[in-house]
């Protein structure tokens, strides 16, 4: 906290490690709790409340998210997610619609000061937040790199999208990234347009994703232990938690607004 | 006559409209996608500057409108007031060819 206050007197950008990170990797949550904890973290952060964290994300159950100027109606089939047991939310950033199967991605957020991607365009600021990622990519062999305007990607294939916002004094970014893919279930319960698909290499959107589990071979536990270490090789992380505030706030916010049929269909 | 058109920029995000037009003009506007455009509240001035637009409205004029209307801090990432304008005009496009053909029924959404 004292480093956090420190550095806003020296300069107006700051560099990964003027910031003591946390790691926040709890047990599974919810869909529509961790859209509000991205949001209550972020804030908390903006505030100079919380360091700056990593928090990655376990999923309790499946979802499509969608982003925040996303038509419901336009990108999902809403029968279909009923069918076969998915929650529909709507994220606070923009960009596209994820299909969530726990255990099959990978998905992490960072909440940081704004300072520390002060001054760069929007295709800057993506890359640069992503780098230690494919710093852990590269170190598990995977030939990946940051394919403009919000994708990780490799020769095989799509492997990660990632979102991001500024939000008062913080920056909120966040991943997800396949691990393993349902691909039918996935075409089934996302409306993909062929217009999505016009300035694509590949035209079809099953062959577009390449998940993790067949370019490394390994459990995701793994995968994500790689991601954490490379992480704290690179800027430093000490463990932490969500706090009991933070997370009731979360859960508030869940109800007065993640859980609303007014914020799932704000776009319609 | 409610008319809805996609619109992927070269090298950014799929831009959707769905419109409404009533007496030449554009009502119900509603600028959807995958996009990303900060603050989030820009998206409803963008509808606004959109409706009530005459249908003989141009991409420029379109665009020109767009631009007035959007906050001075706005950042748009995957999106610009030229990809509005072109999605918008193709759905004023289809809205005209199914006026010409007088089988605007079939075209409907």
Redesign the interface.
């Known amino acids: 906290m004292v480093q956090a206050a420190a550095w806003r007197w020296r300069s107006e950008v700051s560099n990964w490690n003027d910031f003591e990170w946390q790691l926040i990797h709890e047990a599974p949550r919810a869909p529509a709790l961790h859209m509000a904890l991205d949001e209550v973290i972020t804030d908390a952060v903006a505030a100079g409340h919380r360091a700056p964290t990593l928090r990655v994300w376990e999923w309790a159950a499946p979802a499509v998210v969608i982003?925040?100027?996303?038509?419901l109606r336009?990108e999902v089939d809403e029968a279909a997610a009923a069918r076969h047991g998915i929650d529909v939310v709507r994220r606070?950033?923009?960009?596209?619609?994820m299909f969530i199967e726990p255990g099959n991605t990978i998905t992490y957020s960072l909440s940081a000061p704004e300072s520390l991607v002060q001054g760069m365009s929007?295709?800057q600021s993506y890359a640069f937040m992503d780098r230690w990622v494919l710093t852990a990519l590269h170190s598990l062999g995977i030939d990946a790199w940051y394919q403009?305007?919000?994708d990780i990607t490799s020769r095989s294939g799509k492997i990660a999208g990632a979102?991001?916002?500024?939000r008062g004094k913080a920056v909120l970014h966040h991943v997800t990234m396949a691990y393993d893919i349902d691909a039918d279930k996935m075409l089934d319960v996302l409306r993909i347009?062929r217009?999505?698909l016009?300035?694509k290499a590949t035209q079809s959107a099953n062959k577009r994703v390449d998940p993790l589990r067949s370019q490394t071979g390994l459990p995701r536990e793994q995968v994500i232990a790689r991601m954490i270490d490379t992480f704290r090789d690179l800027h430093g992380l000490h463990p932490d938690t969500v706090r009991a505030d933070e997370l009731q706030r979360a859960q508030q916010l869940v109800l007065e607004k993640f859980a609303t049929p007014a914020w799932r269909a704000l776009?319609? | 006559m409610r008319k809805h058109a996609e619109y992927k920029m070269p090298g950014g995000k799929l831009v959707v409209v769905d419109i409404a037009i009533d007496q030449g003009q554009l009502r119900d506007v509603a600028i959807s996608g995958d996009f990303f455009l900060e603050p989030d509240t820009a998206l409803t001035a963008i509808n606004s500057a959109l409706n009530g637009q005459p249908l003989t409205a141009s991409m420029a004029e379109l665009a020109a409108a767009v631009a007035r209307k959007l906050p001075d801090e706005v950042r748009m990432y995957g999106i610009d007031a030229d990809a509005i304008a072109m999605v918008v005009r193709r759905a004023m496009d289809q809205a005209e060819q199914a006026d010409g053909a007088g089988s605007g029924m079939a075209m409907e959404e």
């Open positions: 982003g925040r100027f996303q038509s336009n606070i950033t923009g960009g596209g619609a929007f295709e403009p305007l919000n979102a991001q916002m500024r347009g217009e999505k016009s300035d776009v319609t």
